[in-house]
């Protein structure tokens, strides 16, 4: 850790200004990165999605995230279980891989042909508006592809001076803005990544999506529609409060996966209050007297505990004979009592902790959202250099600037 009695003089320090411009010039980008993406699947850009991104920058990268983990080990268990079936399975992961990843078939127009007599005649075959303009969509294509790759190269360096400050002088030098820039930074590349393989091509992003109806109800065409982050799915997006059937349940997921999509100054709202609950139920647990242990022996414990009385319930199932003879009846019971003993635990450990992070989601998404934003920019007006410096929120090293930050944008 460096000495920073000389790290930040008052005419070498980064400002508000600085930070402010930085904070425009990130968010700018990263939604002119996802209009991008939207653009090049042909999806309408009237929507609330480039607002759901400029709120939660990571809500695509989570969202395909869960696509793929869902697609691919459904796939593979599948082929598995009856190797048969692995040209329909092959068939059925091709489609859902065209609707998480692939561009919408762009719309046909008809046009009419000139009869010998000057007359408009029958219309003739129906045309892609792209088929009339290979060149000049060749030309489009490459302009695009150059300035999606300055969006990359503008998130990779954000990204690298961000590991640099760290490196540096340690995470006390971050500033909420520099944890903000850093999440639209991650964001923005994915997105960026997404939208030159569309661009570029590569295999798999070439054939068109299939057409699919947004229905109502668990169908695969709309779990991954949503995970594609289709603008149909909150189409109800002034929805503040989730009742149930009086208001869309696709509007409150979207709005519940954004909030879990969240971070709060550099730390993802899932993992904070993880650290939050695990704790405190570590320490309502175990007590003051006798024997004291740690943390991570209790939750050992705790997972050996559990894996036996899973045991014990695989064994049950699994018994060869199912009679009535006093040994069944013992193993029911305690099979019995293992299962009570699993829900219990499950209650506690499980549904407990996650219950004050999912139950605002599930009613008030947008609410949650905003509240999380709302804190983080007062958290930011309450460090240097909006605020005096105090003992929690030092002056340096937050306001040291980075001199390769300024030689490098010098030379763009």
Known sequence: MSNFADLCPPDESRTSRELIVKLVVAHLTGVTAFCNLVSLRNDPLGSVEPILFFFSPLVVLVQITIGLALMIPEFVIKVIKSPSSIREQGRLLDR?????????????????????????????????????????????????SIITFGTLFYCAITIFFYNRRIELHGEESLTVADNRCFEIAIGSAFVSVLSIALLLRFPGFTQPAPEAEYKKGSTDDRRYLFFRGDPRRCDRWWQFIYIKDFGSDSTADTFLWCFLSSSLNGTSIVVSMAKFTYP????????????????????????????????????????????????????LSLAALSSLALFALGMIFLLYPFFFLLFPGLLSGIGSILFIRIKELKMLLGQPPFALASDEFPACPALWKDPMTEYLWSLI
């Open 96 to 144: 859902r891989w065209r609707i998480l990843f692939c561009p919408k078939a762009e719309p046909k127009v008809e046009t009419l042909e000139m009869s010998q007599d000057g007359l408009l005649g029958t219309p003739s075959e129906k045309k892609s508006a792209r088929s009339n303009h290979d060149g000049g969509s060749l030309w489009v294509r490459m302009r695009r």
């Open 280 to 331: 405190s139920l570590y320490e309502g647990f175990v007590t003051q007297e006798g024997d004291h242990i740690s943390m991570y022996e209790f939750y050992r414990n705790l997972a050996v505990i559990v894996a036996i009385l899973l045991a014990i319930n695989v064994v049950f199932m699994r018994r060869p004979e199912k009679d009535h003879t006093v040994w069944s009846v013992a193993l």
